[in-house]
């Protein structure tokens, strides 16, 4: 079985300042991990994947995220806040079976506030 | 604007009915993807269909049930509802049958139809 885990319901930061959302994930296989973004009263979109090439994944609008395979980690960050950040962040990971079916778990998701 | 369509927008219905919600996906997209999140449940894939055939299923109920016809929409019906149920349920499209790889794996959501269960 697998697993996401989101530190944190709720982030606040400043306009300007770091955005750190956290995900780790457990996984028995090789896992794809993606990141998800849903702004309020919209559907989701997604802001970076990782799957299995650069550890270092550069996303839209500014979004990056690393894979640690020894933290089981794949934390999203952005150097500078801006208000439009605000939104709601789910990690989420896949892993393939031999059968070419998957499973796709998504944590509980990070509502991110941006203080001007 | 995803280029994914959903109807309807808005559901309202009793308990132990059953309702068909709609999915649209882009043009030339093969694959369909149902989720259904909840304050609940969260954030949980239902199921995948690519090509008119089931690709990948998650936590989908006995109740719920889904297919995609010849044209490539796909419908997802839910009966014998109970409170629970009450949830957004969005549809994603991609145009092929993997996620994991470059931009032709990339999933667009539609914006969901709200079901309320009363």
């Known amino acids: 079985a697998q697993s996401v885990t989101q530190l944190g319901s709720h982030v606040s930061v400043s306009e300007g300042a770091l955005v750190l959302l956290r995900c780790n994930y457990s996984?028995?296989?090789?896992?794809?991990l993606f990141w998800y973004v849903q702004y309020p009263n919209q559907g989701l979109q997604l802001l970076l994947k990782y799957t299995s090439a650069a550890t270092l994944v550069k996303g839209i609008n500014g979004f990056e995220a690393e894979f640690k395979k020894s933290e089981t980690s794949f934390h999203l960050t952005k150097p500078s806040a801006h208000m439009s950040d605000a939104a709601e962040y789910f990690c989420?990971?896949?892993?393939?079976?031999?059968?070419?079916?998957?499973?796709?778990?998504f944590g509980k998701g990070t509502k991110l506030s941006v203080i001007p | 604007d995803s280029g994914v369509t959903q109807t309807p927008k808005h559901l309202i219905t009793a308990t132990g009915q059953r309702v068909t919600l709609r999915c649209s996906p882009r043009?030339?997209?093969?694959?369909v993807y149902w989720y259904q999140q909840s304050l609940d449940q969260g954030l949980q894939f239902l199921i995948h269909y690519y090509n008119g055939e089931e690709r990948a299923k998650g936590n989908i109920l006995e109740r719920f049930s889904a297919q995609q016809f010849p044209d490539l929409h796909s419908e997802l019906n839910l009966s014998s509802l109970e409170l629970g149920d009450s949830a957004l349920y969005f549809c994603a499209s991609s145009a092929r049958k993997g996620l994991a790889g470059g931009r032709e794996e990339t999933q667009y959501f539609g914006p969901g139809t709200r079901l309320l269960v009363l």
């Open positions: 989420a990971v896949i892993t393939y079976s031999g059968a070419g079916s998957y499973q796709l778990t």
């Open positions: 996984s028995s296989v090789p896992p794809y």
């Open positions: 043009s030339g997209d093969l694959s």
